[in-house]
């Protein structure tokens, strides 16, 4: 089954009320937000994704694909699960170097050119992150931002899951507005959990989570499109001051006036 669109039916907040918002769905080249406090309930409603809940989690939501029932070998066959889940807490046990652990996963894959494709992984991967990720390096080597930014460069190119997780990447040091335009290349379902304001107006519509439970969808209107233009412009600014300590240089006024300055508005 080749998946086109998945939907969320709601099921119950931390108090046993029925969640606000009964269903929504997200179809390939979407770009979803998760968003609210923390311990609102982000993290547990894309476990129910990524599980494909069945009215079996506490929440008691279900999944389904193309509207229709999730196939079994989407649930019971690693291979053939469809959904690709980048969480916050991620370590490598290998200590493999980098590209024999990319080509491995390629070769399982059944990818016919391994060498382009681990070529098209990497150079995704450091787009991602400020320090580049060499291809010797061993896996356990990675800092925590070069580990998330393979992952996610691996499970877009190689592993070529149709739906992408990702759980709050704006702790990693990622380049996050970067990282969505390169993703929107990709004709995939990305949903994002996160707290950054530029990723949840860069997204199609976000869900707003409350006590356990979907309070609203709000899709992204065009006034909030022309916001967040002008927000990337303050979140370059900020990259560039932080690009500007890393390196052992000054933040002086006059660096701090001169970047001030660009803004357009």
């Known amino acids: 089954m080749n998946v086109e669109k998945i939907t969320v039916s709601g099921g119950y907040g931390k108090d046993g009320s029925e969640e606000k918002v009964k269903e929504f769905s997200m179809s390939v080249g979407d770009i979803v937000s998760i968003v609210g406090p923390t311990g609102c309930g982000k993290t547990t409603l894309i476990n129910d994704i ?7 989690t506490p929440s008691g939501r279900r999944i389904s694909i193309n ?4 196939p079994e070998d989407f649930i019971f066959d690693p291979a053939d699960h469809p959904i690709a889940l980048i969480s916050q807490h991620t370590n490598f046990l290998s200590d493999l170097p980098v590209e024999e652990f990319l080509t491995i996963h390629a070769t399982v894959r059944g990818a016919r050119d391994a060498e382009s494709i681990i070529t098209e992984t990497l150079s995704f991967a450091n787009e991602l992150t400020g320090e580049a990720i060499l291809k010797d390096i061993a896996m356990t080597e990675l800092s925590g931002g070069q580990t998330r930014s393979l992952l996610i460069a691996d499970a877009v190119v190689i592993g ?8 709050e990447i704006e702790n990693a040091g990622i380049h996050r507005t970067k990282a969505l335009e390169l993703l929107k290349k990709y ?5 994002f959990v996160t707290h950054d304001p530029c990723i949840a107006l860069m997204s199609d519509f976000r869900i707003v989570m409350k ?5 609203h969808l709000i899709p992204t ?8 233009g002008k927000m990337k412009q303050i979140d370059d600014m900020m990259l560039n001051f932080r690009q500007v300590i890393r390196s052992g240089d000054e933040l002086t006024e006059s660096v701090f006036n001169d970047s001030f300055n660009v803004l357009t508005f």
């Open 187 to 191: 004709k995939k379902i990305f949903v």
């Open 160 to 167: 070529n899951s149709p739906i992408i997780l990702l759980d």
């Open 67 to 70: 509207d229709e029932p999730v």
């Open 221 to 228: 209107c065009q006034e909030e499109k022309n916001v967040v």
């Open 211 to 215: 006590n356990g439970a979907m309070q």
């Open 50 to 56: 990524e599980l494909f809940a069945n009215r079996n």
